[in-house]
């Protein structure tokens, strides 16, 4: 069976720090990954897709990039975090698109 | 342009009681319609999915939801809540070859 990975749980860090969340995907391949941010109280906001290896489409302009240097690995990385930054990152994955998205446990960043 | 639109931020139900979460959808052709869950702190699982075989769709712990055309809606229900029935419900479309989107959320609370 499938099932996908994201760490750490949670992580604090401060401001001008840079940031990389980590997701891994087992059990299929070529998945199409996504990374979404959760406000706190809000809906789920697309960050990033990608549908195979370095292929990146960026959904909101920000200062967060993706990258995907594996089949089902997926990485969400800034140089330098915002106040703003702050929220719930959560990692998912999908046969294609327009299927069922399969969520990891998420990342709960603080930004100080 | 689809999209979903959850009617209530908020519904309060006693245990023991019938939960009913309403989502309508707007869409030009007959999407993939999909219900989630999320419990604090926890990543979205996928409660059922309507994708134009039979209209009343059955999903796990007891949910299920109708689709109706004529009415454009996807309510969520189930007969009797459970205290563990205490989360955020998020009604999604997708739209063929394209990604979700996702209404606000429903936050669900039970009172025993």
């Known amino acids: 069976s499938q099932t996908i990975h994201q760490w750490p749980a949670t992580l604090v860090q401060p401001v001008g720090s840079p940031l990389s969340l980590e997701c891994t995907v087992e059990?299929?391949?070529?998945?199409?990954l996504y990374w979404y941010r959760q406000a706190a109280g809000r809906g789920l906001q697309l960050l990033f897709y990608?549908?195979?290896?370095?292929?990146i489409s960026s959904e909101v302009p920000q200062n967060l990039s993706a990258s995907r240097p594996q089949d089902r690995q997926f990485i969400l990385s800034s140089k330098k975090l915002l106040l703003s930054d702050s929220g719930f990152y959560l990692c998912?994955?999908?046969?294609?698109?327009?299927?069922?998205?399969?969520f990891g446990d998420g990342t709960r960043l603080s930004i100080l | 342009a689809q999209s979903v639109t959850q009617l209530d931020s908020h519904i309060s139900v006693s245990e023991g009681t019938p939960v009913l979460l309403r989502c309508n959808y707007s869409?030009?052709?007959?999407?993939?319609l999909f219900w989630y869950v999320q419990h604090p702190n926890k990543g979205l699982q996928l409660l059922l999915k309507?994708?134009?075989?039979?209209?009343l769709v059955k999903g796990i712990n007891g949910f299920e939801a109708e689709f109706k055309k004529s009415e454009t809606s996807f309510h969520l229900t189930k007969p009797s809540a459970h205290m563990s029935d205490a989360a955020e419900y998020f009604c999604?479309?997708?739209?063929?070859?394209?990604?979700?989107?996702f209404g606000a959320g429903t936050r669900l609370t039970v009172k025993p």
């Open positions: 998912a994955w999908s046969v294609k698109r327009g299927q069922p998205q399969h």
């Open positions: 059990g299929t391949s070529n998945p199409n």
């Open positions: 990608s549908v195979g290896i370095g292929q």
């Open positions: 869409s030009s052709y007959s999407p993939s």
């Open positions: 309507y994708t134009s075989a039979a209209t």
């Open positions: 999604v479309v997708s739209p063929i070859y394209n990604d979700m989107r």
